[in-house]
C-alpha cells in the first residue's frame, strides 16, 4: 500500500483519534489537494509567477539589464525584439522588465488587501454569530450597507480624498471587500454550533468562550484559507480596474493596473503595450481560481458536488 | 405581505440613512476637512460662503450633521468645481445613457440562464465542461481590458465596432445607437453570464433531486414538461434573489465600461469628476449609485415575495 493510498483511507475514516489531530487532518488534505491535477499545476504556476515578480529587481539588474523606471525617449515605443522582449513604452522604458516590478507591487496589493478584509470579515463574522441579537443585527445593517455601495465608486471617491500609498491602497481595497468572508463565517460558525461536538463541550462544562476559540474556530479556519484566495482574486482585480482609471497605484511606479491606462494613447501606435499586462493578470487570476478551488475541495470534501 | 413591505422600505431608508451618515464621516474625515468639499479655486469667494451659511459649517458638528442630512435629502450636494452648475443636475442628465447600457446588460445577463439549464442537462458531458472552463476564464479576466483587446482587434481588421460614444456625430438612427450599444452591453452581461450559469447549473441539479420532481415523472408526465414547468420554474428562484446583487455590481462596472467606451453616463462623469479633483460630485455620484442599489433591492425583495409564495416574512 503506497503512502497516497494509506493518506486517502486516513481521511476516509476520520473516526480515529489521529485523524483529529491537526496535523493528520492537514497531511489528510494536502494528500487530496495533489490528487487534484489542474490545483497542482496553478499553484506550481502561480509559485513561479510570484518568484518571479519578487526577484524582480534581481532579474531586471541582472539578466535583463534594464531598469523599470529609466528609459530613454529615443527608445520610446520600439516593439518587441531581442534587446526589449516585451518592447517599450511611451518613456522608452523596458515594458518587460516594468510588468516583473509591477508584479511584486501588484500581488502585494493582492496579499495585503486579502489580510485586511479577512481579518475585519472573520472577526465581524464570529462575533455576529457569538453574540447574536443586536451585535447581529448592526454587524449585519453593516454588511448589507457595503453591499449596496457599488465598490468602485466609493475607491475613487477614497482615493481622490486620501490620497494613498501602495499600502493604503491596499487597505482600502481591503476595507471594501470583506462582507461576503463575513457572511460566511457567520453562517458556518452558526452551523457548526449545532454540531455534536460543541454539544459534548457544553456537557462537559466548557465555556462559551473557550468553545468558539477551542472548538469552533479549529473548524472554521481551514475555510479561512479559502476566503484569502478568493479575497486575494478579488482584489488584484480591483487594483487592476481602480489603476487603469488612474485612481490607483500612482506613477512611476508600475502594476499591471497602470501599465494599461494609457491603453487609449497606445492604440494605434504600440498594441503590444496593451496585451502583456492584461495576459499577466489573466494568467494569475486563473490559477488562483483553480488553486483555491482545489483548497476547497481538499479541505472540506463534503463541499464537493 | 403588507406589513413586509413597510418593513422593508423601513430598513431601506436606515440603510440610505447609513450611506449618508458614511458620506458625512468621509467629508469630515478628509485630509483639510469640509472646506475641500466646497472651496476651490475655480469657483467665486461668495460661492464657498455662501455653502459655509447653507451647511452650517461654523455650527458644532451634530448640528452641522443634521443640516447636512436636510441638504442631502434635498438633492442639494453643491456646485460643481468644473462648470459652476449644481451637481444634481450634471448628475440626472447622465442617467439616462446609464440606464440603457446597465438596463441592457442586465437584461443580456439573462442569456445565462439557458447556459445553466443546458449544462445542468448535460453534465459531465462537454458542454458542461465548456462552460465551466469559460466560466473560470471569465471569472479571470478584467472585462474592461476583454473589450479593449476586442476594439484593438476589431479596429485592425473587421471594423465591426465603433471605437468611442453613443451614436456617430450626424447620424442618429437607432441602428448606429445600437450598434455603438452592442460591445458594451455584452461586455457587462458577462458578469450576469458567468453568474446566472453556475447558479441555475447548481439550483437545478438541486430541484431534480425533490420528491416532486420524481411524483412528475411517476405520474408519467412528459420528460418536457418535467424539466420546465417542475424543475426549471423552481430553479429559477435563487436568479431573481441574486439580481439586486448584480445591479450593484453591474452599476460598479459601469465605471470601467463607460470610461473605456467613452460612453456618456454616470460612470464615466465620475471618471472625469475625480480626474478633475471635483469632489462634490463624486461625493453625491458614490452617495446616488448606492441609493439606486438599494432602491433595486428593495423592488427585488418585494418581486421575490410574488415569485415564491413559501417564503414566509416575520
Known amino acids: ?305 | 405581505m403588507g406589513r413586509f413591505i413597510v418593513r422593508r422600505f423601513f430598513q431601506s431608508c436606515l440603510l440610505l440613512l447609513g450611506v449618508a451618515t458614511m458620506s458625512f464621516s468621509l467629508i469630515h474625515l478628509a485630509p483639510g476637512g469640509p472646506e475641500v468639499f466646497n472651496e476651490d479655486p475655480r469657483l467665486p469667494r461668495e460661492y464657498a460662503q455662501q455653502q459655509r451659511a447653507d451647511f452650517g459649517l461654523d455650527k458644532p458638528l451634530p448640528v452641522q450633521y443634521v443640516i447636512w442630512l436636510g441638504q442631502a435629502a434635498r438633492l442639494n450636494f453643491g456646485r460643481s468645481f468644473v462648470d459652476k452648475r449644481p451637481v444634481t443636475d450634471k448628475i440626472f442628465e447622465r442617467v439616462p445613457n446609464t440606464f440603457l447600457l446597465a438596463g441592457s446588460s442586465l437584461l443580456l445577463g439573462f442569456l445565462g440562464v439557458p447556459l445553466g439549464v443546458l449544462a445542468a442537462l448535460r453534465r459531465g458531458r462537454s458542454f458542461d465542461h465548456a462552460t465551466r472552463f469559460f466560466t473560470a476564464l471569465g471569472n479571470a479576466t478584467p472585462h474592461w481590458w476583454l473589450g479593449l483587446i476586442i476594439l484593438l482587434v476589431s479596429a485592425r481588421t473587421v471594423h465591426w465596432f465603433p471605437l468611442a460614444g453613443t451614436q456617430t456625430i450626424g447620424d442618429g438612427s437607432l441602428l448606429d445607437r445600437l450598434h455603438h450599444l452592442l460591445l458594451p452591453a455584452l461586455l457587462g452581461a458577462i458578469g450576469g453570464w458567468i453568474g446566472y450559469s453556475r447558479l441555475v447549473r447548481s439550483e437545478f441539479l438541486e430541484v431534480s433531486t425533490q420528491d416532486f420532481v420524481r411524483t412528475a415523472r411517476a405520474k408519467g408526465l412528459p420528460e418536457r414538461s418535467v424539466i420546465v414547468r417542475h424543475t426549471l420554474r423552481n430553479a429559477l428562484l435563487p436568479v431573481v434573489t441574486s439580481l439586486g446583487g448584480l445591479l450593484t455590481v453591474v452599476l460598479s462596472g459601469s465605471l470601467l465600461f463607460e470610461t473605456t467606451f467613452s460612453w456618456p453616463g454616470i460612470g464615466r462623469l465620475a471618471y472625469e469628476a475625480a480626474q478633475q479633483r471635483d469632489y462634490p460630485v463624486v461625493m453625491a455620484l458614490t452617495i446616488f449609485t448606492a441609493a439606486l442599489s438599494i432602491l433595486g433591492n428593495f423592488f427585488v425583495d418585494i418581486a421575490y415575495t410574488f415569485v415564491d409564495p413559501r417564503v414566509q416574512y416575520e
Not at chain 1, 130 to 141: E, H, K, L, S
Not at chain 1, 151 to 158: H, N, Q, V
Not at chain 1, 228 to 244: H, M, P, R
Open chain 1, 1 to 305: 500500500m503506497s503512502q497516497t493510498d494509506a493518506t486517502a483511507l486516513r481521511s476516509l475514516a476520520p473516526t480515529t483519534a489521529a485523524a483529529y489531530r491537526s496535523d493528520s487532518f492537514a497531511r489528510a488534505a494536502w494528500g487530496r489537494f495533489l490528487r487534484d491535477r489542474f490545483a497542482v499545476a496553478a499553484l506550481v504556476i502561480f509559485v513561479l509567477i510570484a518568484a518571479i515578480s519578487f526577484t524582480a529587481p534581481l532579474i531586471t539588474a541582472n539578466i535583463l539589464h534594464s531598469d523599470p523606471n529609466r528609459g530613454r525617449l529615443t527608445q520610446k515605443f520600439r516593439s518587441p525584439d531581442r534587446e526589449h522582449p516585451l518592447g517599450t513604452d511611451d518613456f522608452g522604458r523596458d515594458q518587460l522588465a516594468r510588468l516583473l516590478h509591477a508584479g511584486q507591487v501588484s500581488l502585494s496589493i493582492g496579499f495585503l488587501s486579502a489580510f485586511v478584509s479577512l481579518a475585519i470579515g472573520v472577526s465581524l463574522g464570529m462575533l455576529a454569530a457569538y453574540y447574536g441579537r443586536w451585535v447581529d443585527d448592526a454587524i449585519n445593517a453593516l454588511v448589507q450597507m457595503f453591499n449596496n455601495i457599488p465598490t468602485l465608486f466609493l475607491l475613487i471617491l477614497l482615493s481622490i480624498i486620501f490620497r494613498p500609498s501602495v499600502v493604503g491602497l491596499a487597505f482600502l481595497i481591503g476595507l471594501t471587500g470583506w462582507t461576503g468572508t463575513t457572511r460566511q463565517v457567520r453562517a458556518r460558525v452558526l452551523s457548526e454550533r449545532r454540531r455534536d461536538y460543541v454539544d459534548a463541550a457544553i456537557v462537559m462544562g466548557a465555556r462559551t468562550r473557550r468553545i468558539v476559540y477551542r472548538h469552533i474556530l479549529p473548524n472554521v479556519s481551514s475555510l479561512v484559507l479559502v476566503f484569502a484566495g478568493f479575497d486575494i482574486i478579488g482584489a488584484i482585480i480591483s487594483e487592476a480596474g481602480i489603476s487603469y482609471l488612474g485612481f490607483g497605484v500612482q506613477i512611476p511606479t508600475a502594476s499591471w493596473g497602470n501599465m494599461l491606462s494609457k491603453s487609449f494613447d497606445y492604440f494605434t501606435i504600440a498594441p503590444w503595450l496593451i496585451i502583456a499586462p492584461g495576459v499577466i493578470v489573466v494568467l494569475t487570476e486563473l490559477c488562483l481560481f483553480q488553486l483555491t478551488d482545489g483548497l476547497r475541495d481538499a479541505l472540506d470534501p463534503r463541499l464537493k458536488s
